[in-house]
């Protein structure tokens, strides 16, 4: 059984025999030495009865440390060790979606500092969608004047009628990114296309295929109304927000999207099939493949790297440097992809999603996945970038369901992306969660009580048929119920 009351658990760690009270230990007055051969984000720690040493490759390392240092100083007794740690990926990141509802800039800092405590290192922030657009494009304030605005909600168990509206300023991104900065996240941005943009196309109709009015959504979905890829406007505007948004989050990652995108409007409409025959593209997912490949090169220009939704390989075109993120993928094409030398996300969403209810998703059932996934050669399990938790908000109105839904999971994930998968123990990782949940709460955040976090087959029925209401099918049993990725 681990010995430390950590959160992800070190990668290695060797007893040197007694314990020590770290509870009135200032974590301030601890200086770290750099110790050169250690890489950025590696570190080594020595609890000793009369010291505690932090070496580190660099500031990086120093902050990891002291995040561990958190952890044991909260938890008071600790044995004396001597931790030698570093991630097992590179990429450790959360998913916020605040299209289909905001949270608060402060609200979002918790989520941050959350992040931090646990060493994540990414902010994967959802600020467009169907339901809402929620980032000001000053080339373009129609986004916001009509596109932030929807008349009602219709999500699941959710039916409000009055109008839900919002978005963020330029400076309030700022502060979010800052923010993280100071705790070595990065935050990147999605903007998805050329689906799930009804609320581009209700400031913008003649961007539409048909060019009919439209409005923002109102329902959840996926909905047939998509930017018309025949329809050299529409992608200039795609490029204009991309080169806003690229300017105001300085992270070299930016979510393009890619997923979800229904051929119905394509199929049907003369400008769609002219730029296929323009451009000898066989169908409709050539197209889209076109299409998205027009925005990884402008990213590209703007020395950036996009990632997409596992969809955008149904085309076949994706660029080896693009990233795509793994959440649906039945046909396994991303391990194709990280075969061929492209890198891969792995959010998974019967594991990873953490809008769905604990009956379909228990705890063991994240924590026990393992990201390097079916079908990869030894190539391919090098180019798994890490791993991703989302969290998409239709079903989540506040704060407290937010973080209900978020933790414990959420630090599953974490442990997951930074823990070698043979140190990874669920009964461990339960008994330590106790101590960062104390952690959590003081900071506002409020995870989900133990009995949720693992019903009983029972329960779990009850739960999926109340939570899937009308659209319950035998599909979503079988499939919340196994275990191993399909
Ligand atoms: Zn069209």
């Known amino acids: 059984m681990h010995s430390l009351n950590v959160i992800p658990y070190p990668k290695k760690v060797t007893n040197l025999g007694g314990t020590i009270d770290l509870s009135d230990t200032d974590l301030s007055s601890i200086n770290p030495c750099v110790d050169t051969s250690l890489k950025e984000d590696e570190y080594t720690l020595s609890i000793m009865p009369t010291e505690i040493k932090i070496s580190a490759g660099g500031k990086l390392g120093e902050f990891y440390a002291r995040q561990t240092l958190k952890q044991l100083i909260n938890a008071g007794s600790c044995p004396c060790v001597k931790i030698e740690d570093s991630p097992a990926f590179s990429h450790r990141a959360f998913m916020l979606d605040c299209a289909r509802h905001m949270t608060t800039i402060e609200n979002i800092k918790k989520l941050i500092d959350a992040a931090a405590l646990v060493k994540m290192n990414r902010m994967h922030w959802h600020l467009t969608d169907d339901q809402g657009w929620r980032v000001v494009i000053d080339s373009h304030p129609e986004l916001i004047e009509i596109g932030s605005r929807r008349e009602s909600s219709d999500f699941g168990q959710y039916h409000f009628n009055e109008e839900y509206s919002g978005y963020f300023t330029k400076d309030e991104i700022r502060e979010v990114i800052d923010y993280a900065a100071k705790n070595y996240i990065e935050v990147f941005p999605e903007f998805d296309s050329p689906g799930h943009t009804l609320s581009i196309l209700a400031a913008h109709p003649e961007l539409s295929c048909k060019g009919e009015p439209l409005k923002v959504g109102t329902r959840q979905g996926i909905f047939d109304d998509i930017l018309c890829a025949g329809n050299d406007e529409a992608l200039q505007l795609v ?6 948004m690229a300017e105001l989050f300085p992270c070299k990652y930016f979510h393009i999207g890619g997923d979800e995108a229904p051929k119905k409007r394509w199929t049907e409409c003369p400008k769609c099939q002219a730029r296929m025959k323009e451009y000898g593209l066989k169908n409709e997912e050539e197209l889209q493949g076109w299409f998205v490949n027009k925005a990884i090169d402008f990213l590209r220009s703007k020395g950036k790297t996009a990632i997409v939704w596992n969809e955008s390989l149904n085309s076949g075109m994706m660029p080896k440097d693009c990233i795509t993120q793994r ?9 194709d992809f990280a075969n061929n030398g492209g890198k891969v996300i792995v959010s998974d969403f019967y594991f990873y999603y953490c809008d769905y209810p604990y009956g379909m998703t228990p705890l063991k059932k994240t924590y026990n996945y393992n ?9 391919g399990k090098q180019n798994i970038l890490g791993v991703e938790t989302p969290l998409w908000t239709e079903y989540v109105r506040d704060f407290d369901r937010l973080c209900y839904m978020f933790f414990p999971r959420f630090c599953a994930v974490a442990e997951a992306g930074w823990t070698p998968q043979k140190k990874r123990n669920l009964k461990s990782f339960i008994q330590r969660f106790e101590n960062l949940s104390q952690m959590l709460k003081a900071n506002g955040i409020n995870p989900a009580p133990a009995k949720d976090w693992n019903p009983n087959p029972i329960k779990r029925l009850i739960e999926l048929k109340r939570f899937f209401k009308g659209t319950f099918n035998l599909d979503t049993v079988k499939n919340s119920f196994s275990s191993t990725n399909a």
């Open 327 to 335: 959440w649906m993928d039945k046909k396994n094409r991303s391990a």
């Open 239 to 244: 490029f204009d927000v991309l080169g806003e």
């Open 371 to 379: 990201p390097i996934f079916k079908g990869l050669t030894q190539e």
